[in-house]
Each structure stands twice: as C-alpha cells, then as structure tokens.
C-alpha cells in the first residue's frame, strides 16, 4: 500500500523531507523555553536586572526562532500534502480512465467518486499529520523527558509513570474506534450513490412526485453515516477528559512534592523555577500522549481510506489493450461463434447464450426484442466494452481481443441508448468524434442525422451552448447530435442502440435512408423497439433471452410464425399484411 501511495508523493519528495527538519528545529527550541524561562524566574529574587533581562531578550528570540521554524514546516507541509492529495486524485482518476465497463460496475460509480474526493481527503490529512505532528509529538516527548530527567530524576518519575497509564487508554480507544471506520465508509458509498442516483434521476423524481420518498432514503443513509460516526465520536470524546485527569494529577503531585523538596532543602535541591519548568514539560510530555492517539485516529481512518484507494490504483482492469495489438481494421465485417456472455461470476444467468452470427461488410443488421433480450449486451461486445465469457467475436475475420482497444474502438461508433452529451458548444459536443474536423465536416454529420436544421434554428446555431446532461435539448435532438457525433468518426462498424426512438418515423426514415446512400461500406447495427426502423435492413435478428431465435429478412420474418410478424402487426394493426 505504502508503495502505491509513494508514487503519488513524486515531486513533493524533498517537502516531506524539508517539514520534519524544520519541526526538529522547532521542538528542539520550545523545548529549551521552559528551561530559560526557569533560570529567568530564580533571576527575579535578586538584586540586578541585567541577568533579568539577557534571559528575557534570549527567550523572545528563541521563541521567535521556533514561531519561524513552525510557520516554515507548516507552509511547506501544506504545499506538499495538497500536491499529494491532487497527484492521489490524478492516479485514481487516470486510473478509472482505463477501466472497463465490469471494472466500474465492479467498484459502483458512486463509490468511485467517494474513493476520489472523501478518501483522497482522509489521506490527505493523514500525510500532513504525518509529516508534522507524528514528528513533532515523539520529538517533543523524547526533548521533555531527557530535560526534566536532567532537572530531577525524582520528580520525572511521576510523570515517566504516567506515561505507560495515559497511552494504554488512549491507544485502546483507537483499537476500539478502527472497526467503525470501516462501516462509516461503507454508509458513505451509500449515501452518495443515494444522492447520485437521486440527481441524475431528478427529473422522473418530480414528475412522479417522489421528493418525499426520495427525503426519506436520503434521511436513512444519512441517519446511518451520522449513527456510526456518533459511535466512534463518543469513544473518541474520553481521550480529553482521560488525559485532563492524568495532567492535573501529574500536576498536582509535582506541586505537591516539588514544594515539599523546596521546603525541606532549602531550595538547594529543587528551586521555584526549576519546579515551574518541571511542570511545563509534565504538560507537554502527557499532551503529547494526546496528540500521538489523535494521530493514531487520523491515520487508522486514513488506512482504511488509503486501502480503498490502493483497491482502485491495484486493480487488474479485467480488459486491457494487448501489447502489440493489430492496429488496422481492414474492414466492418463481424463474427460471432459460439459466444456466451455473463456480466459477472455472481449473475446467475447468462445474458447471451451461444450466438452465432455472420454480418459482412458494409450490411445493415437490424435487432429487435424485448425489454432484457440481451440487445445492448450483444452489441457491447463488438467494441469490447465487455469480453465474451465464451466463443469469440471477430471483426474483419481478426478476434477483436488480438486489437489494439483504441484503435478498434476508433472503427466502432456506438450511439449508446443512455446518450450522453456533455456541457459545452454543439461544436464542442460533437468535436468528441473527432478532434479537429472542419465546420464543414460538422455541418455534413449533422445533415446526415437530420441535426442541421434544427440546429440552425438556434440563435447561436453551432455555437448553441449544451447544458450538463443536454437539458436544454429535447430527447430526439439529443439523439441526433449524438448520432451525428458517431458519424464524424466516419467509423467502419456504426451501431444504433435504440438511437432514434425519440425521432419521429418520417425524419427516422430519412436519417436511414442518409446512412445507406452515404455511407454504404459503414457495417450498420440498428436495434430498435419499431419494425418500420428495421425493415429495410439486409438482415433482422430477433433476440430473446439471450438467445437468436429468429433471423433473416423482413419479408422472411413476416412470413415466420414469430415475435417479429407479432410486433410487426401489432404496430401496423395488421394494415401492411391486409
Ligand atoms: N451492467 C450489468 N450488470 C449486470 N447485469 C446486467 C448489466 N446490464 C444488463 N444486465 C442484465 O443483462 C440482461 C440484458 O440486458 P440488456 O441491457 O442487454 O437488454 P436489452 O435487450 O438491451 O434491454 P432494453 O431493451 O431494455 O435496453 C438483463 O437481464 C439485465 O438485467
């Protein structure tokens, strides 16, 4: 884990190095304070002020000194810890660049994102606890112990007794705190997949009137994360008064002793403001105790947390380019022999079963079926968002896992049903596709997906402003802008998941007519819920719980007893057959 996270610390090496020294300075100074202020105070019984006065200007500037030496660490300090925290977040977030589809269903979007912010913040504040006071607490234990020992052997004694009592209670409570941290992140995944989920899903949310619902999940997450918390905040909470009590007893026997040693000597053993120093380094001694268990909290959290972390930065993504891939898609013909698909080892059924299908070059392949038939798994496979369980794909006769994943998926345009457009220009927007396409390559996608019309409706035309998430777009729009996006990437495999159903029939008509004449080499893959989208398609498979259970050409699959013929006439009412 330390490796892993070492990586991250990079060019903040020499300020993690930089802080402790500084601290070392500084402790090395506020611990000889209490030593200059207890000469200063036995100077104040006799008769010249100028021993007063040396003593007085040396502890100004020692202590000025140890202000400057700790304002150093702790600039240096929060330069390095923010710059861990952002090169931390850098790793995870390239990271989950490279993942695969099962890889983020593996981990859940929404635990990712708390791995991202809330862990990488629990790290953060570890390191910079780390760098400063788990350096500075041990130093300033060690300095006050072998200081007062020189004062007094006796009286250190008290507190070198203490010292074992204070850090068995305090180090017990972070044993007893470290499980609950533990649940607290798991409650954390929880709620903010609640608020995730919630925020995307807004808009159903209103329209089916849920707030209250949605209030009441909310609150039960919510009420969870706060119910653990509590938990360990209440154990936490004892450290203070633990500690008060052992200080101001330590305190007390000092006094106690220290005046009866004063008394009885006659101050030769012990003088007032040896004994006033004496309780100074007590303080500090039995704080640092305190600090050290705060330490011990911060950084058990911030072990779970940096766990989480290393879960993602260590993780095999399930899918990956392999070294050496072929790097040229010859052309957009497709196989697929034998195959079986399951999303994962814990799904109980597999979403498709030993399919077998031929598609060659330049074809349009229509896909019907029902809710659940596998129509979005089928096609996920040809650009390898998922690896087959079984059997292979192949795309122009080569296996598509023996492909170079980018340059592969460079040839597979897919227009997913969840389309996505981001905030940004249209151009922008569609600029995805390709990075540096001219405005006339825009405006001729954009007229192949009966998007240049309404775009220049617009006031600001390709200029127009997409709001997160294409709010300000209506859903049939959004689809053309996402198919056009597709088009510009003048792919050789172009695959329609249900992309038009939000586009009504006629302009859904034009769009595939567009497609046949103006991209006739584009392998074409239309899944659509309407037969009219697919009719004119060179091949119709039907899918059906995973399975192919019809195939072949509209008028073939008309005059097949099946599924097709059943929605056909249930979307025509039987008109075209009559
Ligand atoms: N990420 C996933 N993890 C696990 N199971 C999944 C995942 N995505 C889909 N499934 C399951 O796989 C099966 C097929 O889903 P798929 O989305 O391919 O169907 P579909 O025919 O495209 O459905 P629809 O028309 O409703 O979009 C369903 O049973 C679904 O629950």
């Known amino acids: 884990m330390l490796k892993t996270l070492m990586k991250s610390i990079r060019e903040y090496k020499r300020a993690s190095i930089l802080t402790p020294f500084y601290i070392t300075l500084e402790i090395i100074l506020e611990c000889l304070l209490p030593l200059v202020m207890a000469n200063l105070i036995d100077r104040m019984t006799g008769s010249s002020l100028i021993p007063i006065i ?33 090169n931390l977040r ?15 269903d593996k981990f859940s979007s929404s635990s990712l994102v708390t791995r991202m912010t809330t862990d990488v913040t629990n790290v953060q504040n570890a390191y910079q606890m780390i760098i400063r006071i788990a350096v500075r607490t041990p130093l300033m234990l060690i300095f006050s112990v072998i200081i007062s020992l020189t004062i007094s052997v006796k009286m250190s004694l008290i507190f070198l ?16 705190v470290f499980p609950i941290f533990k649940r607290i992140f798991e409650k954390y995944d929880s709620m903010n997949n609640s608020v995730q989920e919630n925020i995307q899903g807004i808009r159903v949310v209103k329209s089916f009137v849920r707030e209250g619902y949605e209030q009441e999940k909310f ?14 905040e209440k154990i936490i909470a004892l450290n203070n008064p633990i500690l008060m009590f052992c200080i101001s007893l330590a305190i007390f026997l000092v006094c106690f002793i220290g005046a009866k040693t004063i008394i009885n000597s ?37 072990t779970e947390s940096a766990n989480r972390i290393c879960e993602v930065l260590n993780h095999e993504s399930t899918l990956t380019s392999p070294e050496n891939g072929v790097t040229e898609v010859k052309n957009g013909s497709i196989q697929f022999e034998n195959v079986s698909f399951r999303y994962s080892d814990k799904s109980k059924k597999p979403a498709l079963m030993n399919i077998n299908l031929d598609i060659k070059s330049g074809q349009t392949i229509g896909i019907l079926g029902g809710t659940g038939s596998s129509k979005t798994s089928l096609i996920q496979l040809i650009s390898r968002l998922y690896d087959v369980t079984e059997g292979k794909v192949s795309v122009s006769g080569i296996d598509v896992r023996n492909y170079d994943l980018e340059s592969l998926r ?20 569609l600029r995805w596709g390709k990075k540096d396409a001219s405005d006339e390559e825009l405006v001729r996608v954009c007229r192949l997906a009966q998007a240049d019309e309404f775009i220049e409706q617009f006031p600001e035309k390709y200029d127009t402003y997409i709001e997160q998430g294409g709010t300000n777009v209506s859903g049939g729009q959004k689809q053309r802008l996402c198919i056009a996006r597709a088009l510009l990437k003048k792919p050789k495999i172009l695959i329609l998941d249900d992309s038009t159903s939000a586009v009504d029939t006629k302009t859904d008509a034009i769009i595939r007519k567009a497609l046949r004449e103006e991209i006739p080499d584009t392998t074409k893959i239309i899944i659509a819920q309407r037969t009219s989208s697919l009719e004119d398609a060179d091949q119709i498979i039907v899918l059906d719980g995973g399975r192919i259970t019809e195939q072949g050409t509209h008028e073939e699959l008309l005059a097949y007893n099946g599924i097709y013929q059943e929605v056909y006439q249930s979307q025509t009412n039987g008109k075209k057959e009559d």
Do not use: W
Request: charge should be neutral.
């Open 219 to 232: 609150h039960k997450s919510a009420a969870d994360v706060c119910k653990e918390f509590t938990k360990a």
């Open 161 to 176: 007794i203490m010292i074992p009592i204070v850090a068995a209670a305090l180090f017990s409570i972070v044993f007893i």
């Open 90 to 104: 850098q790793d995870v977030f390239y990271k989950i660049q490279g993942f695969s589809f099962a890889d983020i």
């Open 54 to 86: 040396r003593y007085g200007v040396l502890l100004i500037i020692m202590a000025m000194l140890s202000l400057l030496f700790g304002y150093m660490s702790g600039r240096i300090g929060a330069t390095a810890s923010c710059g861990f925290a952002k």
């Open 410 to 429: 460079d040839e597979v345009a897919v227009v997913l049903q969840k389309n996505v457009l981001f905030s940004g220009t249209i151009k922008e927007n």
């Open 266 to 302: 006659g101050a030769t053993e012990l003088t007032t403001g040896q004994l006033s120093s004496l309780i100074n380094y007590g303080v500090q001694i039995l704080s640092s105790l305190m600090m050290l268990s705060m330490v011990f909290v911060i950084c058990s959290m911030a």
